[in-house]
């Protein structure tokens, strides 16, 4: 009898045990960009040590597609688009609370096999007869990107209107998303590509060779996040947006080539190195440049310019003078 007794005692325990295990236990279902694929996995297992019983599930797709997917009604907990009108899609079909944040940026490259075949060495190459080009589907944020690029390319007296037309013409290929436009290229299967930076990931870094696209044809790609209006623990998925937002999350994503938003400390007064010594101005930039002291010189002229910003309930009236001798100072009065 009292065998029987313990027994069934330490099946309820056992029973309890597993059922507050169950309650305790939680599941974060996060849709994200394909190009977040790599930073993302490893982002999970650092944010689950820091909320032990969290498991994070991700859907990895085009923004487009899984913007879509939103509107229609399947579950999840955070939304990461990489573009704004992805997210405004979500946030119109009501599937998003509060505001979204950019947390990340990113640039466009293009890319060719290891052996590049056509002989691919710069954008100009894309229009050559014979290029087999695999790009994003239309509305897939990093086509949207790419087609910013050609209406630049198309307004450059250097490319022109019959460049643009030429490269479309030679497109054979519109992926679903941007992972998909960087594995046929990998592979073989074109010539050419356009994606993310952070794309050329080392899993296909030796099969494809990077060819940068110059700045001032560029374009920032500007990716927000959002926790869903009805995430199944709003606390624990706007904890998982603070963790990508926050230092430990930004460096992961500046590992896999991602642009951080964070703002640096920027000195009042700024000193140009002696000599002919270079500095690049980059980060959340759109045209990053790199500039020698005699560059200023020579290209730019000394302005006095007077602006206004508020600083909390303080309102500042700084006068900023930009000198191409060397030095950027500028004086801040309180009115």
């Known amino acids: ?39 993302f996995e490893e982002i999970a297992p650092s944010f689950e040590a820091a909320h032990p019983g969290v498991e994070v599930l991700f859907s990895f797709g ?6 879509t997917q939103l509107a229609e009604g399947a579950p999840a907990d955070v939304f ?29 490259v293009l890319i060719v096999p290891a052996d590049n075949p056509a002989g691919i060495a710069t954008l100009r190459d894309l229009a050559n007869e014979g290029v087999q080009l695999v790009i994003a589907a239309p509305d897939v944020p990093v086509r ?18 019959v460049y ?19 594995a046929k290229v990998a592979l073989g299967e074109a010539d050419a590509g356009i994606v993310y ?26 990716y927000p996040i959002a926790v869903t209006n009805d995430a199944a623990n709003p606390e624990l998925a706007q904890a998982f947006v603070d963790y990508v937002l926050s230092d430990a999350g930004q460096d992961i994503l500046v590992n896999w080539n991602f642009i951080s938003v964070r703002i640096p400390e920027v000195p009042y007064a700024v000193t140009l190195p002696e000599g002919n010594t270079a500095f690049t101005v980059d980060g959340q930039v759109l045209n990053p440049i790199t500039l020698t002291v ?14 206004t910003y508020l600083s909390a309930p303080t309102r500042f009236r700084p006068r900023s003078r930009v000198c191409p001798c060397g030095r950027l100072s500028a004086r801040r009065s309180r009115t």
Do not use: C, H
């Open 1 to 39: 009898m009292k065998k029987t007794v313990f027994v069934l005692v330490l099946i309820a325990l056992l029973v309890g045990t597993f059922a507050v295990s169950a309650q305790q236990a939680q599941t974060l279902t996060v849709f994200a960009a394909a190009s977040l694929t790599d930073a």
């Open 62 to 67: 085009g923004s487009s597609t899984l913007a």
């Open 80 to 108: 990461a688009s990489a573009n704004n009108t992805q997210m405004t899609v979500a946030r119109d079909a009501e599937r998003i609370a509060g505001s979204p944040r950019t947390f990340v940026k990113n640039r466009l």
């Open 144 to 161: 949207t990107y790419t087609d910013t690029m050609l209406q630049r390319l198309a307004a450059d007296p250097a490319y022109g209107e």
């Open 164 to 182: 643009s037309t030429a490269v479309l013409a030679n497109v054979v290929s519109e992926e679903d998303n941007v992972r998909q436009v960087a």
């Open 197 to 222: 930076i952070s794309d050329v990931t080392p899993d296909i870094s030796e099969q494809v060779i990077a060819i940068p696209i110059p700045d001032y044809l560029n374009t920032i790609a500007t």
């Open 294 to 307: 005699a560059d200023l010189t020579s290209s730019f002229s000394t302005q006095t310019v007077d602006v």
